[in-house]
């Protein structure tokens, strides 16, 4: 079946422009992860979202960064007003359920390249 | 707060070589251990995951781990390795923490195979 997807696969912009990164769970994955991977570095988090309960937000690094996530479907990051340290690989995963053995299923990632 | 320690961030080596990719972490909580896998251009893959019984525990491509308690470790090893075994390696953890279930990364190891 279908994986994890994520849209775009690279994106070019400029600092001060906002951008919106998209990813598609895997049908039926409840929970949705949003990482990001800066250059030389591991996985950080960003948000989690399990299904209609309110998203667990204590990653976004700061107040230009959102995120919205439509049911159990798709999820839209949105960073505003970008800056050049936001230049990473910003990684989406999903997982059927929540718990603490759960595997995460993860997309190839949209590399972000703020100029 | 939990963390992990990737001890190298680079290891070369030879084909068909044993090899050992060190991980080590440190949480006050009991912990469930992980290792990830990103071949080039590609999203992260599950290797392989310790959750709870014995600590060696065995995952895909040959792989297998080992849980030390006493040493906080979990380090991944492999006893004769591929070309197509170059990749990205991540090592994760993950405790329940304030009703989320994050993974915290390591930095990851660039395993690199020479013919």
């Known amino acids: 079946g279908a994986g994890v997807s994520q849209s775009p696969s690279n994106k070019v912009t400029e600092k001060g422009k906002d951008v919106e990164l998209r990813c598609d769970p895997i049908?039926?994955?409840?929970?949705l992860y949003w990482y990001r991977q800066r250059l030389g570095q591991g996985l950080e988090f960003l948000i989690y979202?399990?299904?209609?309960?309110?998203?667990?937000k204590s990653g976004l690094p700061s107040d230009r960064f959102s995120a919205e996530r439509t049911g159990e479907s798709v999820s839209t990051l949105t960073i505003q007003r970008t800056q050049q340290e936001d230049s990473a690989v910003y990684l989406c995963a999903s997982s059927w359920r929540p718990g603490l053995g759960e595997t995460q299923y993860f997309g190839p990632g949209t590399r972000l390249l703020v100029l | 707060a939990q963390s992990v320690t990737q001890l190298d961030s680079q290891v070369p080596v030879f084909e068909e070589a044993p090899v050992e990719l060190r991980c080590n972490y440190s949480s006050s909580v009991s912990v469930y251990l992980f290792w990830y896998v990103q071949y080039p251009n590609q999203g992260l893959q599950l290797l392989l995951k310790?959750?709870?019984?014995?600590?060696l525990v065995k995952g895909i491509n040959g792989f297998e781990a080992e849980f030390n308690k006493s040493q906080t470790s979990f380090h991944l090893r492999k006893p004769s390795v591929h070309i197509s075994d170059t990749a990205e390696y991540f090592c994760?953890?993950?405790?329940?923490?304030?009703?989320?279930?994050?993974?915290?990364f390591g930095q990851g190891t660039r395993l690199t195979i020479n013919p």
């Open positions: 994760a953890v993950r405790t329940l923490i304030q009703g989320a279930q994050k993974l915290v």
């Open positions: 049908s039926g994955h409840t929970a």
């Open positions: 979202f399990q299904g209609n309960s309110a998203p667990d």
């Open positions: 310790y959750l709870s019984g014995s600590t």
